[in-house]
């Protein structure tokens, strides 16, 4: 099956930690995305990629780190520097031309 | 900067209702509008997308959306609501050519039967 998974589903940090989310494609995508949810608020875009060894911030990158090392690979790093970092986390890729995003089903991430 | 607005926050219909949700955007170039859903549980999906061409566009499940460029809109309605479509609804918007989807806050629908 093609598609975009997330891991873990639901991870609990104590503060000041760093933390890895993972997001891996098998879609063959150029693109990938890593937002932001939190209630009442929709999704914010924190760091994308549309091409490996490249990635741009998004409108709330402080605090978070990326690398895109592989194309199926796009993992997020939660740092002990962002101020509020409790929330879920979606990934999403996009084929070159498909103009459509695809999702995860996301990591919940609750500092303790 | 770009922004999308959902004015409806929270709506609750009985089934067979009519839905309309609201989604306004404020950037006055050209723009890719699309209406994503999230069932509980369950990924983010792609509901429907305008691109360019008929301001009216369909999509799944019996929902459609219609494009006014003037009032910088993009509507969401169905005719006829069922249990089924109760889930978080998002407006988002893609400046044209960049890759880069702006969302709106989402409006949770319930329906009841």
């Known amino acids: 099956d093609g598609g975009i998974t997330q891991s873990p589903k639901y991870l609990f940090r104590k503060e000041g930690q760093n933390v890895t989310l993972s997001c891996e494609q098998n879609?063959?995508?150029?693109?990938m995305y890593w937002y932001r949810q939190d209630p009442g608020q929709g999704l914010r875009l924190i760091y994308y990629?549309?091409?490996?060894?490249?990635?741009q911030k998004g409108d709330i990158a402080e605090g978070y780190s990326v690398s895109r090392e592989k194309k199926e690979s796009f993992p997020l790093t939660v740092t002990s520097a962002q101020k509020n970092p409790t929330a879920f986390y979606l990934c999403?890729?996009?084929?070159?031309?498909?103009?459509?995003?695809?999702f995860g089903p996301g990591t919940r991430l609750t500092v303790l | 900067a770009q922004s999308v607005s959902q004015h409806n926050h929270h709506v609750i219909l009985s089934e067979a209702a009519s839905l309309e949700l609201g989604c306004n955007y404020s950037?006055?170039?050209?723009?890719?509008l699309f209406w994503y859903v999230q069932y509980p549980g369950q990924h983010l999906q792609l509901l429907l997308k305008?691109?360019?061409?008929?301001?009216l566009v369909k999509g799944i499940k019996g929902f459609e959306a219609e494009f006014i460029k003037s009032k910088f809109s993009f509507n969401l309605r169905k005719p006829s609501v069922q249990w089924s479509d109760t889930a978080e609804y998002f407006c988002?918007?893609?400046?044209?050519?960049?890759?880069?989807?702006?969302f709106g806050t989402g409006t949770r629908l319930q329906v009841f039967p």
């Open positions: 999403a890729s996009e084929g070159r031309g498909r103009n459509e995003q695809f």
């Open positions: 879609l063959n995508h150029d693109a």
């Open positions: 990629s549309q091409i490996v060894n490249d990635f």
């Open positions: 950037y006055g170039g050209t723009v890719n």
């Open positions: 305008y691109f360019s061409g008929d301001p």
């Open positions: 988002a918007v893609e400046e044209y050519n960049t890759d880069k989807l702006i």
